[in-house]
């Protein structure tokens, strides 16, 4: 056993004692390989939030409504709760699904549980920041969400680092959307390049509902996002809307399931990839339309750019079809820079450097620009310019 | 300004451009015409600097400099200005943002200040005026959903507000109706100066009837093979490119003997 499993089952041994983590051979590991996390031995995490700094604590006032996360533990002192939102901690039942053995591993923890009960005009900012007294331990962080029938909740999710350190961050977020609820999620983080991020996500979409998910991804050493989503109700819909742009030696693995239980439901995925330098890229959509979803719409694309010789893209779009009368798409692509388009930018005097920048910019725009809510969608696109270093053209 | 010197070009292992020679001043606008395949949009490529085009022979000089050595931006900023036989769509990049980004990168590059957008709209809302464009073409994405003559008034759009010192105008007439073919020579012809100089490619005579050349010359099998007025076109116009599949038999038989 390794000390990275041990480290995760000692968190909750009763729950977890059967837990086992994906070895070498697990098709949905392929390009995720946890040989280093496997070898490295893990220090005991922060017990409570330490100390920040004023630059930190200035950045995390700036946002309004906002709960704080300080290397996985919830602070209440520093987040600001809006009205119509019930907080409440439970050890819940390692309840997380058997394949996605992280999430197992943090759904045994005391976990936050997060009542929707009014429609929430403001985005609520959940900000997880890394210290670094986190170095060599494993933060892990369980959130539940629930969205009562016809609520709103707009929700910006962030990670904030210190500095740059190996700290590995396993968070697992369960979403409940009740008849005709709403979320829009955006996802980024800011992980520095020698950090692990693994991350899961469970939304079970009621009748009428609409989960609307974006994310930038950045990637780390290792990161991996599974997400997976259960249209239950009639007439749920699911859309994501996301790009990965992967530098250096970065990594981002991408899963997501989107399985339609009932019929009339609409799942909807525009993903985009960059890769530069030694960036490794990962991408697995699936599309899974249950026995009797009749009538379900389902659509997935993903469009990705090699930008170097050692770059590396890796992209499987699957469709699994058991119902009648629907309507499904699926399509994946990976290419190059287009070379006209960079000679016609270099023509008219703009820089080659600048003009890649550019061109690179508009590939992983695309579906950000797509993001229906406001607020979320710029905040998206800043992400993504700061994620786009200069010196990565 | 532009001196070109026994120009050999190779583009995937074929010779194209076999010996070109011509000579342009400020203020002058020289037509090349010539039969399809003769090498006339290679040299408007080799002149920007698209990769691809292998010097193997001869030089280009533009104000003194030689061209062939500068990365394409270089030249841009240098003055040189290539109006695309087929504009590229560019999805996602705001045309404005474009265009600013080029002219800002241009001024940078010969240590002028650069421009604020308050004060490159003013610039841009002039040239669009003048060209009959409408303002909602600043707003969409470069050349993406634009029929073919609105990406050539495009490309002359960008002349406008690049001011290049040496435009070179590669087919522009292909695919525009009598209408647009006017408005985009209208857009030329404002922009002719002493200081200016135009390279106009094409294969018809048409256009040279709203754009009037000072030189025309004919491009064939790499070489140009005549110069002469503007009369010369309209001899092209008349007779065709046969007659100098005759001429180069005759050359040929010359040569034997």
Known sequence: MSNLQQTLVAAAPEALGDLSLPGARDERWRYSSLRALNQRSFSAAPTQPGALSPELEAKIAAFPSRLVFVDGHYDEARSAVPG????????????????????????????????VQQTQSEPLHIVSVLTAAAADTIVQQALWIELAAGTTLSVQHRRIV??????????????????????????????????????????????????????????????????????????????????????????????????????????????????????????????????????????????????????????????????????????????RLDERSLFYLRSRGIPEAEARRILQLAFAREPLLQITDPQLREAALAALARCLPEDAA | ????????????????????????????????????????????????????????????????????????????????FLAFQYPVEIPGVNN??????????????????????????????????????????????????????EKKRNEIFQMAVLEPTLAILDETDSGLDIDALRLVAEGVNRLRSPERAFLVITHYQRLLDYIVPDVVHVLADGRIVQSGDKDLALKLEDQGYAWLKDRKREEQAAFAS
């Open chain 1, 84 to 115: 119509g939102l019930a907080m409440t901690t439970q050890i819940a039942p390692a309840n997380a699904p058997a394949h996605l053995p992280f999430a197992r591993a943090a759904s045994a923890l005391p976990t936050l549980v997060i009542g």
């Open chain 2, 96 to 149: 404005t943002y474009f265009l600013r980004a080029a002219y800002n990168a241009q001024r940078k590059h010969r240590g002028e200040p650069e421009l604020d957008s308050m004060a490159f709209l003013k610039l841009v809302r002039e040239k669009l005026k003048v060209l009959h464009l409408k303002d909602e073409l600043l707003n969409r994405a470069v050349n993406e959903g634009f029929s073919g003559g």
């Open chain 1, 162 to 335: 210190e500095a740059d350190s190996n700290v590995v961050t396993n968070a697992w977020r369960d979403l409940a959307l009740a008849d005709g609820a709403r979320l829009d999620w955006l996802e980024v983080g800011e992980d520095g390049e020698r950090a692990s991020v693994v991350l899961g996500t469970r939304a079970r979409v009621g009748a009428g509902a609409t989960f609307q998910f974006a994310e930038v991804a950045a990637g780390a050493a290792l990161y991996r996002h599974d997400l997976d989503v259960t249209l239950v109700g009639e007439q749920a819909v699911f859309g994501v809307r996301g790009c990965t742009m992967v530098s250096r030696r970065r990594h981002a693995d991408i899963h997501i399931d989107a399985r339609h239980r009932a019929k009339h439901t609409r799942a909807d995925i525009v993903w985009r990839g960059l890769a530069d330098q030694r960036g490794h890229g990962i991408f697995a959509g699936q599309l899974i339309v249950e026995a009797g979803a009749d009538g379900a719409d389902a659509a997935l694309s993903n469009k990705n750019l090699l930008l170097s010789p050692h770059a590396e893209i890796d992209t499987r779009p699957v469709l699994e079809i058991h119902a009648d009368e629907v309507k499904a798409a699926h399509g994946a692509t990976v290419g």
């Open chain 2, 1 to 80: 300004m532009l001196n070109i010197d026994n120009l050999h070009v190779r583009v995937a292992g074929k010779d194209i451009l076999k010996g070109l020679s011509l000579e342009v001043k400020a203020g002058e606008v020289h037509a090349i015409m010539g039969p399809n395949g003769a090498g006339k949009s290679t040299l408007g490529y080799v002149l920007a600097g698209r990769e691809g085009y292998e010097v193997t022979q001869g030089s280009v000089t533009f104000r003194g400099q030689d061209l062939l050595a500068l990365e394409p931006e270089a030249r841009a900023a240098s003055g040189v």
